[in-house]
Each structure stands twice: as structure tokens, then as C-alpha cells.
């Protein structure tokens, strides 16, 4: 790549680093994780720039490298873990000082951990759905490009995600009142 | 709008507001009711996440890693189609590179060269004492003087008479001015029933009754030396 060209990757960067980021972390669920594929999603875009013909939007392509990116990833995951490989171990799960307090933050909120988690158990198409449209505020026929199918099979994802989310944040709600309920009484 | 129609236009709208005509349906029936302030609750949690803040020196980070892979030698970003090329290449050329130096005498039918050891070298005296190593030295003029090889049929070979051609070969390469003769049981053959051709002579005999032949070849070189080579084969009969 030319200096010229540097210079225009590195404003795209500057643009994206924050979505990508955000996209990939709501995809994992793993802060340090969502951070090395934000980064090798960049990389693959920085390699493949030359063939952006700029067909779509630029964000829509750089998401889709990220979407196949994340599933590419979670077919090592499910190999590796297959042989027993890979699995990181809790104390491992957040090695950054920065990603542990940031993740804190994140923690506190309740009901904002309940919804994380919520999102994170759902199937992966669902998932990647339901990120992109409420997180992400990409329109459904954005999102079916992104994903390589037809918007109808995004509003129907999206219906049954939702569906899926309602069901699982009134078990965690019960699941929280409960705990709540039996701290009261052991207090 | 009755139930499964709400139901509907929710999949179909997400985070629509519900139609004039709808609402009053909502308004009536519990299940819609719950449905839909379910979606709605559902909706303004889902839209009010908050989002994460980047790693700090995300950016820097990245680039390094950019000029890292920028800086690796090309070799090691290979795809998979330049790799099968190229390894069809290293192939082919190892299939060569076998071929060419494979150990294969100028002609098949040379005679075996003679070996000599020489005498071994002088040794200072101070030299260390090394295993004593036998050069061996190919001496072109000890070839055996006969240049004739018969090919087929060879000395006692048994041959069917159809389309019987008799080869020979000859080492040394034969000259220009080298004149050949060939005959067979003693009958000299027309020229017309032999040729030469890259040191190879095939000899077409007119007709050959079935039984014991002699083939004698002889070649005078310009120096007006003579080499024969004679040979016997057996010829069967034709079959009916």
C-alpha cells in the first residue's frame, strides 16, 4: 500500500475502531478476544482494501469480514475445544488491567448484565442478527447483505431472537429476584 | 386485526409502532396486550445498551501489527492456489532434475569402460595418516575395439519372421566417409534393404525362410580399418 493510502486506512480506522470493536465485543462477550479480532478484522481489511469496489457501503463490508471473521473463529473454537485445546481458564479470560476495569463497569449494571448475557447464550445467526439490528442500527436490508441472506430471513431471526431473549430475561429476572429474595431472608 | 394479524405485523415491523386498527385489538385482548408491551420493554433495553470503550492503544497496536505483516517476506503469504502452483513446479523440475542426472550411458550397448586405479599420491612426511583413496580413471582409447552391437535379434535370440527388422547399434558414433556392408548367411544385402540412422542400423531382409541365420556387419572406417561383428539368431515359422 502507498503512503496515500495509509493515510485514507488509517482515517477509516479512526472512524470504525469504536463499532467494530463494539460489534465484535457483542459477539463474543469476551473483551480481550473481541479486541484480537477487531484487530485482524482491520488487518484483512487493510490487505483486501484493493478490492473494495465500493459495490456497498464501506461499513457494511467491513462487517461482513467481521461476522465471517467471528464465525470463522468460532469453527477453531469448536475444533480446538473438540481436542481439548484453547480453552482459556478464568484467570486468563481477562489478562488486560484497562479490559478488567472496563469490564466492572459493565458488570454493575444489572440488568445490563442480564441483557449481555441474555445475548451472548443466543444461537450464533440470531445473535449476529440481533447485534447488528439493535446495537449496531443496521436496517434489516443492511443486515441481510452483511449476512448474505434475504431481509425476510432477518426479520424472521429477529423475531424469533426476540422471542428467544424475552423467554431467557424473564428466567434471569426469576432466576435474580430469587437470590435477591434469599439474601433478604438470610439477612 | 385479530391475534395471529399482530402477531404478524410484529415479525414483519420490528420496532414499528402498532396501527390505529391494531391498537384497539391491543387494547381488548390480554395475550396481545402482553405481547406487545413485552416487544416494547424488550426493545428499549435492547437500544439502550451501552457501548464498551476501545482497548487503550488499539490503534497504535494495530499498526504495529500492520507493519509487522508488511514487513514479513512474501513467501509466507503464499494462497493456497499460488502453493499448488508452485508446487507442481518444484515437481516438475525435481522429475528433470532426476531425468538429466541420472547416470544413462551415451548408448545402452557401449562396451563397459576399463577402470584403472593410478598410483597413489605423495604424502608429506608430516601429513597426517588418511585412508588411502583409489581414483578410478576412465581411458577412452581402452573401449572395446569392436563398435557393433547387435540389437535384436541378438547372438542365439529366436525371432518370428513377420515384420522382422534386425537392429544393430554402434559405439563410437559412425562417420560420414565409414562405409558399412551387411550380409546375411553370406549373401551380400542391397543397400536398399538397410539404413543407418543416429547410430543405429535396421536391416530389412526381403525374405528369410524359417530356421538358423548369420548376420555378418562390417564397417571400414576412412582409415581403412575394418570392424566385423557377426552374429547368429534363429527364425521361426511363420504361423498359419
Known amino acids: 500500500m502507498t503512503e496515500n493510502s495509509n493515510i485514507a486506512f ?25 479486541q484480537d479480532l477487531a484487530q485482524e478484522v482491520f488487518l484483512i481489511a487493510y490487505k483486501e482494501y484493493s478490492k473494495f469496489r465500493g459495490e456497498s457501503d464501506f461499513f457494511t463490508w467491513l462487517y461482513r469480514i467481521a461476522v465471517n471473521h467471528h464465525r470463522r473463529h468460532l469453527r477453531k473454537q469448536k475444533v480446538m475445544s473438540f481436542f481439548g485445546l484453547g480453552e482459556r481458564t478464568p484467570e486468563e479470560e ?58 425476510g430471513t432477518v426479520k424472521s431471526r429477529l423475531w424469533r431472537g426476540r422471542q428467544i431473549l424475552a423467554q431467557k430475561l424473564n428466567g434471569l429476572k426469576a432466576a435474580n429476584n430469587q437470590g435477591g429474595r434469599n439474601e433478604l431472608s438470610a439477612n | 386485526m385479530n391475534c395471529q394479524q399482530i402477531e404478524i405485523f410484529f415479525r414483519d415491523n420490528p420496532g414499528a409502532a402498532l396501527p390505529p386498527q391494531a391498537q ?77 542426472r541420472a547416470p544413462v550411458p551415451e548408448n545402452v550397448f557401449a562396451p563397459q569402460a576399463v577402470i584403472q586405479t593410478p598410483s597413489p599420491a605423495t604424502i608429506p612426511e608430516n601429513f597426517p595418516s588418511m585412508p588411502e583413496v583409489n581414483i578410478a580413471v576412465v581411458e577412452p582409447e581402452a573401449i572395446e575395439p569392436s563398435r557393433i552391437y547387435p540389437v535384436w535379434p541378438g547372438e542365439q535370440d529366436v525371432a518370428e519372421s513377420r515384420d522382422l527388422n534386425i537392429v ?45 541365420h548369420v548376420v555378418l ?24
Request: proline share 6%; with cysteine.
Open chain 2, 168 to 212: 544393430a547399434s554402434f559405439y563410437p558414433a559412425v562417420q560420414t566417409r565409414d562405409r558399412i556392408k551387411v550380409s546375411i548367411d553370406d549373401r551380400p544385402l542391397a543397400s536398399a534393404q538397410y539404413q543407418m540412422k543416429e547410430d543405429c542400423l535396421t536391416i530389412s531382409p526381403n525374405a528369410l525362410a524359417p530356421g538358423q
Open chain 1, 94 to 151: 481477562v489478562s488486560d488491567p484497562g479490559a478488567l476495569e472496563q469490564m466492572e463497569k459493565i458488570e454493575k449494571l444489572s440488568q445490563d448484565k442480564m441483557v449481555r448475557q441474555a445475548v451472548s447464550e443466543l444461537p450464533v445467526e440470531f445473535k449476529e442478527t440481533v447485534v447488528l439490528y439493535y446495537f449496531e442500527d443496521q436496517a434489516c436490508d443492511d443486515i441481510a447483505k452483511i449476512l448474505d441472506c434475504s431481509p
Open chain 2, 217 to 240: 556387419v562390417s564397417l571400414t572406417g576412412r582409415d581403412g580399418r575394418e570392424t566385423n561383428k557377426s552374429w547368429s539368431f534363429y527364425l521361426l515359422e511363420e504361423r498359419s
Open chain 1, 10 to 34: 488509517d482515517q477509516i480506522v479512526q472512524k470504525y475502531d469504536k463499532r467494530l470493536f463494539n460489534l465484535l465485543f457483542r459477539l463474543t462477550g469476551d473483551y480481550d478476544l473481541a
Open chain 2, 24 to 100: 384497539s385489538h391491543v387494547r381488548e385482548c390480554p395475550d396481545c396486550r402482553a405481547l406487545a408491551s413485552g416487544q416494547s420493554e424488550l426493545e428499549s433495553l435492547l437500544r439502550n445498551q451501552p457501548g464498551v470503550e476501545l482497548p487503550p492503544y488499539f490503534q497504535a497496536r494495530l499498526w504495529a501489527r500492520i507493519n509487522r505483516t508488511e514487513a514479513r517476506p512474501k513467501l509466507f503469504e503464499l494462497r493456497p492456489a499460488r502453493l499448488s502452483l508452485a508446487a507442481s513446479a518444484l515437481m516438475i523440475a525435481a522429475v528433470l532434475t532426476l531425468f538429466l
